[in-house]
């Protein structure tokens, strides 16, 4: 099956995988999510997101009986489902498929309190209203499975230590198991449920808290469970919750490059993480990137957003303003220089401006955040997105022409953020662009 690719690169809602849940605060899935859809080209979601993301669930019960900012993203054909069943039309009759076939009515896959509320047929309307109108539905091609069967291998089965950060060679000692027998153990069971399936991250997952002393391992998937239950020492916990983001960040990688989405690691740690620097080794120019543009703008908080009509916040993003925005922004990624910097920075102002000045008074509207612009061109065509600032944990914002991932890494301390900006300004923390390969 040939996939059907978005043209403007709809990014991954990585902040809604329940597998990350135990590592993205609710209010850094917020500012994904404003930031996503309102800097962005719209978000894709990976089928099973709708269902069991307790923090998805979490917005929509918020908003109470008014249709949600992420409701009304899906009403406006912005959230794109990602679906592994082409005969799937709706997202009623994905749910059914889902809940009663692919995983056989077991209640631990969802987040029974949505379905169990009358907010549940109501959230099934407004995402089926979009989907019917828009028709924006991808289907996943065949291989997702054996392509992070393959990352895997490449970058941690049998392998020699990547350059990890200074510091952290001894996580690849302590997960060695994890790496190997593991591995083959949940390749085994991957190919019980599908012979030509690849590997299933579920069954690494299955395995390696088998491995660390869980009983009924198949039940468990959150980091914080497995290790309250196998009680661990300090330095296995460690090593072992650094892992499992390690076979998130593959995982998102390798689901982004096969349906030709932005991809986007929200939890990346540049002083604990690999992936990013093998990739960019592995680029036509691995020394680019290092020449950035730097200002300093204002962006919407998300505590003004959260207080704005979603309506009002969607017609916006379809609006004129962020025409500019876009036009601006596709007008740098194809020639990155002072000139087109420097216009981007001004639309980018222009477009929040607008966001801003529909509510006159509540909430502080925005706040100064960093923004680096960069001139890389890597072996992928780039795309970006900008970034909301939060009152908690305030980004700084890296613009990155012409590379390959998203990363993004919020810094719970803004002291210590705002330190850090004032020592060192190039150090790039977060970071949105896209795995599609140039077309020739």
Same mark, same amino acid.
């Given at each position: ?10 990014? !991954? ?32 979601? @990976? ?41 799937? /039309? ?32 109501? +959230? ?36 020699? %230590? ?19 027998? &593991? ?19 579920? #069954? ?19 980091? /914080? ?25 593959? +995982? @998102? ?13 929200? /939890? ?17 120019? %691995? ?30 993003? !379809? ?27 001004? #639309? ?7 966001? &801003? ?37 305030? %980004? ?39 795995? /599609?390969?140039?077309?020739?």
């Amino acid at each position: 099956m040939k996939v059907k690719h978005i043209s403007d690169r709809a990014q !991954l809602l990585s902040v809604a995988d329940e597998a990350l849940v135990d590592d993205i605060r609710y209010e850094d899935f917020e500012n994904h999510l404003f930031n996503d859809v309102l800097f962005g080209k719209g978000v894709a979601l @990976h089928e099973a997101y709708y269902f069991n993301s307790s923090h998805l669930l979490r917005h929509i019960i918020n908003s109470g009986d008014e249709s949600s900012f992420f409701e009304e993203t899906a009403i406006a054909g912005l959230a794109i489902p990602a679906i592994s069943e082409t005969g799937i /039309n709706s997202i009623n009759e994905l749910y059914h498929y889902l809940a009663y076939d692919k995983y056989d009515n077991k209640k631990e896959y969802f987040q029974q309190e949505l379905f169990e509320s009358a907010r549940f047929d109501k +959230y099934i309307k407004n995402l089926d209203f979009g989907l019917a109108t828009k028709n924006n539905a991808i289907f996943w091609p065949e291989g997702i499975g054996i392509g992070y069967e393959n990352f895997i291998r490449k970058n941690f089965y049998k392998q020699e %230590p990547p350059q990890l950060p200074q510091g952290q060679e001894w996580i690849w000692e302590e997960s060695e198991l994890w790496r190997n027998s &593991c591995f083959e153990e949940a390749l085994i069971n991957s190919k019980k449920i599908d012979s030509n399936g690849g590997l299933r991250r579920g #069954q690494l997952f299955s395995s390696i808290a088998k491995e660390v002393g869980v009983k009924n391992s198949e039940k468990y998937h959150s980091i /914080n469970q497995i290790l309250e239950l196998a009680k661990p020492n300090p330095k296995t916990s460690s090593a072992l919750r650094i892992f499992w983001s390690w076979l998130n960040q593959s +995982y @998102h990688i390798n689901f982004s490059e096969k349906l030709g989405l932005v991809a986007d690691l929200p /939890n990346y740690n540049p002083n604990k993480d690999f992936l990013v620097d093998e990739l960019k080794i592995n680029s036509k120019n %691995p020394n680019d990137g290092s020449s950035f543009h730097h200002f300093l703008v204002d962006a919407p908080s998300t505590e003004y957003l959260l207080s704005v009509n979603p309506k009002k916040l969607i017609n916006t993003r !379809l609006g004129s303003a962020a025409d500019d925005y876009f036009e601006s922004l596709n007008a740098f990624q194809n020639s990155p220089n002072d000139s087109t910097a420097q216009h981007f920075v001004k #639309q980018y102002q222009d477009y929040s401006k607008e966001i &801003c000045n529909l509510r006159t008074f509540g909430h502080k509207k925005s706040k100064k955040i960093p923004l680096s612009l960069s001139s890389s061109h890597f072996q992928y065509a780039g795309y970006l997105t900008s970034a909301i600032s939060a009152t908690t944990s305030q %980004p700084k914002l890296v613009i990155l022409s012409g590379a390959f991932l998203a990363f993004g890494l919020y810094l719970r301390n803004e002291e210590e953020k705002l330190k850090e900006y004032e020592k060192e300004k190039t150090e790039p923390i977060l970071l949105k662009v896209s795995l /599609n390969k140039k077309s020739s």
